[in-house]
């Protein structure tokens, strides 16, 4: 197909499309539209509704460079700077993982479990999704996101203030749960649960772009749950529950994990893929030693 060399939305559509088709960009015509609309600063669907309508100049050089940047695999979301989660529109940044609507199964997750948070902890909280989306809810909450990258506790704070809930939300940077005390009514995290070789075979808007410290869970993908395990029984309210995102086939392995220290499990929560997405836990209501957990 030979697209019309021309300066119209029709032509750069085309041109781009062929460009992302041949960079192997799964829907690169959807994505062009979505390119062009950014640099337009108007919506796909005006677009489409006047094809023959000129592209001004600056937006030219900005459709461009975006296209290239897009071609190389950088994420869409980083070319735009926001990307939608739950009810949300947040800011994203490569300090960050993008968020993702399978990590919308954890929300869905809370409000299936009925518990009504006062007190909400979100655990290598990235752009804050987890903890806004949950705030959001609940509007008698207060929340705490904790991050182990400053830059990340930065954007996750610009995002509450984005979102209007910087009220009630607050943001910090370190390991884990390590500087808090106090307890939590939801605990939320969705950890690095990759296993470290298998990082590279990921694709690569993923392993070329992604912080990998948000990614790398260990040689088994467990380390991060390992250590956070650890911590909810002393952070969790007695009647209180924490939701963990867990990667694909990692059930099991979790599960085993929990029953060897002081917690429940209380079920777990499928994607829309399907996939056991959300892991639900609560303090161990029975004595060390009793009957077997539900596997």
């Known amino acids: 197909m030979t697209c019309d060399p021309g300066e119209s939305v029709g032509a750069f559509l085309c041109q781009a499309g062929q460009l992302l088709r041949a ?34 100049p600056e937006a030219v050089a900005r459709f461009r460079a975006a296209v290239q940047r897009r071609a190389g695999h950088e994420p869409m979301a980083w070319i735009t700077g926001h990307a939608g989660f739950w009810t949300l529109d947040l800011e994203v940044s490569p300090a960050t993982l ?5 990590s919308e199964t954890l929300i869905e997750a809370v409000l299936a479990e009925g518990v009504i948070p006062r007190r909400v ?34 954007l996750a704070q610009r995002n509450a203030a984005r979102s209007g ?24 995290s969705n950890p690095p649960y990759i296993e470290s070789a298998a990082i590279a075979g990921l694709m690569p808007e993923v392993a070329l772009h992604e912080p990998a410290s948000a990614l790398d869970g260990g040689a088994d993908g467990l380390d991060a749950y390992r250590a956070l395990l650890a911590e909810l029984p002393r952070l969790l309210t007695p009647d209180g529950r924490a939701v963990l995102e867990l990667g694909e086939g990692q059930a099991p392995g979790v599960q085993a994990l929990v029953e060897a220290g002081g917690l429940e499990f209380r079920g777990m929560r499928a994607d829309l893929n399907g996939i056991d997405r959300a892991m639900i836990l609560a303090l ?3 004595p060390v030693g009793g009957s077997q957990y539900p596997v």
């Not at 015509?29 to 001004?56: C, G, K, N």
């Not at 993008?98 to 399978?102: G, H, K, W």
């Open 121 to 154: 902890l979100d655990l290598g909280t990235g752009t804050g999704c987890l903890l806004l989306a949950v705030l959001s809810e609940f509007p008698e909450a207060r929340g705490v996101g904790i991050d182990l990258i400053p830059e990340a506790a930065a």
């Open 284 to 286: 161990q209501q029975k």
């Open 23 to 56: 960079a192997a960009i799964e829907s690169p015509r959807i994505e062009a539209r979505l390119l062009l609309a950014h640099a337009m600063d108007t919506t796909t669907e005006a677009l489409l509704r006047d094809p023959r309508r000129a592209v001004p």
């Open 98 to 102: 993008i968020p993702r609507a399978d």
């Open 165 to 188: 809930l910087s009220a009630r939300a607050s943001f910090l940077a370190g390991s884990w749960a390590d500087a808090l005390s106090g307890r939590f009514d939801l605990i939320l």
